[in-house]
């Protein structure tokens, strides 16, 4: 990877940029996983590089889910593994759900190589390798194992495009997405949109796990019965929209 210096001003995001690069060397992520990055990069400046209010309240309601779930699961694609796999890990081991690799560009080596860099950064087993079970779908994505995504009551599924997200929301699993796009497919079927950088609101949610697991239970299910999903993608929209007026008027324009 090129050393990125800590002083640049977009160290975080050129960073970023590096580790989807090197998983594509690795054999980790797909070449579209760099054209993915890419129109998330294009979203994330147009937020301002942060978490906002409303993706901070959809994190919550988020780690809330996936607190109370039966059998809470996290799918990993290829842009996740390369971004994010120690963040991955430690919010699974807090919330104690399971992790599934599950890719649209399927094949056999990228999911082993995934599972390797989960291993190496802490998970003890990773599901994937063997789908015994098919969701109505025409494309790789429905390869899913029985005892994960398959029976999942709460999935996380972080960066894709929104036909599988869409699918598990109408077999009436709770489905929470991380898409920077407010606009896209996948924000606008999913139960919980968090609309935020994977790294951050990854970050995010493994703090708020620790903190929320002390909570009584009736804490976690009002912050999910008070949660609306249409109110927080409005909000991410407008925070867009201010964002750039104030970007605008320091630019004087
Ligand atoms: O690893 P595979 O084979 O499963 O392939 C995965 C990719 C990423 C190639 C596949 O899911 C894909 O093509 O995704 P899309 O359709 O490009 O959608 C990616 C969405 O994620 C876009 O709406 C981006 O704005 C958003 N996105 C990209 N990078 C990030 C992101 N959102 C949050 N954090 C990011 N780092």
Redesign the pocket.
């Known amino acids: 990877m090129t050393e990125i210096p800590h002083d640049h001003p977009r160290y975080e995001s050129l960073l ?1 940029r590096e580790k989807v690069a090197a998983g594509v060397k690795m054999g980790i ?2 070449i ?2 760099l ?10 400046y147009l937020i301002g590089e942060r978490s906002t209010e409303s993706a901070l309240e959809a994190e919550r309601a988020a780690v809330a889910a996936l607190l109370l779930a039966r059998n809470p699961v996290i799918s990993v ?3 996740v ?1 390369a ?1 994010a796999p120690e963040k991955v890990v430690s919010l699974a081991d807090i919330t104690g759900a399971k992790i599934e690799v ?5 094949t056999e080596t ?1 999911v082993h190589l995934i599972i390797e860099q989960l291993r190496a950064h802490g998970a003890s087993e990773v599901l994937g390798k063997n789908p015994d079970a098919s969701l109505e779908l025409s494309h790789a ?1 429905r390869l899913v194992e029985s005892k994960g995504i398959y029976t999942a009551d709460v999935v996380l599924v ?4 929104g036909d599988r997200c869409e699918k598990l929301v109408e077999m009436g699993k709770t489905v929470i997405t ?4 407010p606009l ?1 497919r ?2 606008r079927t999913s139960t919980i949109s968090i609309v ?4 951050r ?1 990854l970050g995010n949610m493994a703090k708020f796990a620790g903190e929320m697991k002390q909570e009584r239970k009736e804490e976690l299910v009002k912050l999910i019965t008070t949660y609306d999903n249409k109110k927080v993608l409005s909000e991410a929209i407008s925070e867009i929209q201010e964002h750039l007026k104030i970007i605008t008027a320091e630019m004087g324009y």
């Open positions: 970023a992520t797909s579209q996983g054209i993915a990055q890419g129109r998330g990069e294009s979203f994330d694609n290829g842009n593994a971004l599950n890719l649209f560009h399927r990228r994505r972080p960066l894709e495009d991380i898409d920077l796009n896209s996948t924000s935020d950088n994977l790294t609101a």
